[in-house]
């Protein structure tokens, strides 16, 4: 069974920071999720990626898999960035599923 | 574009009470269908996935059932509810298994 990690678990950061979220996982997979849950639990995805690296507005997602590691970071930091960001693991081919990492809240001061 | 809709948004039920949360996806035609629980303090855990109608996969045992009567509809039922039950339940959709999740609003379920 993977084992995701995240770090950190809470993040507080001043607005305009450059944020950095990681992610560990131990067991090969066929992609990596990064998604973001809002205050009241809705849960957006933000990027999937399998190799390099991605990046959509302020957002960038890196993963190595030779380390089993993702970034998400977020440049320009804003206090509407403030949420949960989970990353989320898959591999099984037709047998897909996906396993969670527990979350990291990050809140972004004005 | 597709939509998912997944309903009630909160309710409280006592212990033994049933349950019933219902997912329709809009906009597509046969997708993956899944339900997760997030209980406090702790990563998403998929409980239930459907590839087509009539076809369900149960993760992890449990009290709860999952239906899956039309291509676009999504049920996830108990007959009696335990406190253990409480959490936030959420509906997603993808195009094929190892593909971007879609997820609904989301059900937020207190068991008294």
């Known amino acids: 069974k993977n084992e995701v990690e995240q770090s950190p678990q809470n993040l507080t950061a001043q607005e305009g920071e450059f944020i950095t979220i990681n992610c560990s996982y131990s067991?090969?997979?066929?992609?990596l999720h990064w998604l973001q849950q809002h205050p009241g639990g809705g849960i957006v995805s933000l990027f999937m990626?399998?190799?390099g690296k991605k990046k959509h507005g302020r957002l960038i997602a890196t993963i190595n898999i030779q380390e089993k590691h993702s970034s998400l970071h977020i440049t320009a930091s804003h206090p509407r960035d403030s949420a949960v960001y989970i990353c989320?693991?898959?591999?099984?081919?037709?047998?897909?599923?996906?396993?969670f990492g527990k979350g990291t809240l990050l809140t972004v001061n004005p | 574009s597709q939509t998912i809709h997944q309903w009630p948004a909160t309710l409280v039920q006592p212990v033994g009470s049933p349950l019933s949360l219902e997912c329709t996806v809009e906009?597509?035609?046969?997708?993956?269908l899944y339900w997760y629980r997030q209980a406090a303090g702790r990563g998403l855990q998929l409980l239930f996935y459907?590839?087509?109608?009539?076809?369900i996969s149960s993760e992890v045992p449990q009290n709860l059932s999952a239906s899956r009567p039309q291509d676009r509809q999504f049920i996830l039922s108990s007959k009696k509810l335990l406190l253990s039950d409480s959490g936030f339940y959420l509906c997603?959709?993808?195009?094929?298994?190892?593909?971007?999740?879609?997820f609904g609003a989301g059900s937020r379920l207190t068991v008294l």
């Open positions: 459907s590839v087509g109608i009539g076809q």
């Open positions: 989320a693991v898959g591999s099984g081919g037709s047998n897909y599923k996906l396993t």
């Open positions: 997603a959709w993808s195009r094929v298994p190892a593909n971007v999740l879609t």
């Open positions: 990626l399998s190799s």
């Open positions: 906009g597509t035609s046969n997708p993956n």
């Open positions: 067991v090969g997979i066929s992609a």
